[in-house]
T-cell receptor, first 115, second 115 residues
């Protein structure tokens, strides 16, 4: 079983649509959670961290359910510029110094917003 | 305030040659991570280094791959005797400190093509 699994996609939506991405993680020791965005042939960039209480940043809302080991990202009123691949990312707690260093990435879900 | 720099951006090597990828972290960052992204795949962690120390190399292939982060100069990822399966995008990230509360900033990547 993969450590981080995401919707296979691609998602093709019209401008203004609401789109939701889902992600599950397999390791209950996962400590921190993020959504990254990666444009075609570019580096990944942090979109937002995900907290247990849920958090919102403008049109983006992220939710975390630790019991179900499930993370979601909701994009409202989607824009053409939202077209990208969205990566679900977790970190583990390690024993060499508390918090872990490396990020564990899902394969990503591609979003294409059409006019 | 330059971000993470990687060079070269594109590298073509014949099978059996050596590839050297360089990464200069953001100013003030002493933690460097290398990730590999195979075509149509997610990013996979390779190695985590601090100045002059390899902290975690659990994602590095056992043979042909090595990494260093000397006291002076950039971090180097070296791949000896490259094979076609090494063709991928190699991303470097840096952070101010260890742990998930410190954002990792990614460089633009080096795209290695092995012919």
């Amino acid at each position: 079983r993969k450590e981080v699994e995401q919707d296979p996609g691609p998602f093709n939506v019209p401008e203004g649509a609401t789109v939701a991405f889902n992600c599950t993680y397999s390791n209950s020791a996962s400590q921190s959670f993020f959504w990254y965005r990666q444009d075609c042939r570019k580096e990944p960039k942090l979109l937002m961290s995900v907290y247990s209480s849920g958090n919102e940043d403008g049109r983006f809302t992220a939710q975390l359910n630790r019991a179900s080991q499930y993370i979601s990202l909701l994009i409202r009123d989607s824009k053409l510029s939202d077209s990208a691949t969205y990566l679900c990312v977790v970190t583990l707690q390690m024993n060499y110094g508390g918090s872990q260093g490396n990020l564990i990435f899902g394969k990503g879900t591609k979003l294409s917003v059409k006019p | 305030n330059a971000g993470v720099m990687q060079n070269p951006r594109h590298l073509v090597r014949r099978r059996g040659q050596e590839a050297r990828l360089r990464c200069s972290p953001m100013k003030g960052h002493s933690h460097v991570y290398w990730y590999r992204q195979l075509p149509e795949e997610g990013l996979k962690f390779m190695v985590y280094l601090q100045k002059e120390n390899i902290i975690d190399e659990s994602g590095m292939p056992k043979e042909r791959f090595s990494a260093e982060f000397p006291k002076e100069g950039p971090s180097i990822l070296r791949i000896q005797q490259v094979v076609r399966g090494d063709s991928a995008a190699y991303f470097c990230a840096s952070s101010l400190d260890r742990g998930s509360s410190y954002e990792q900033y990614f460089g633009p990547g080096t795209r290695l093509t092995v012919t």
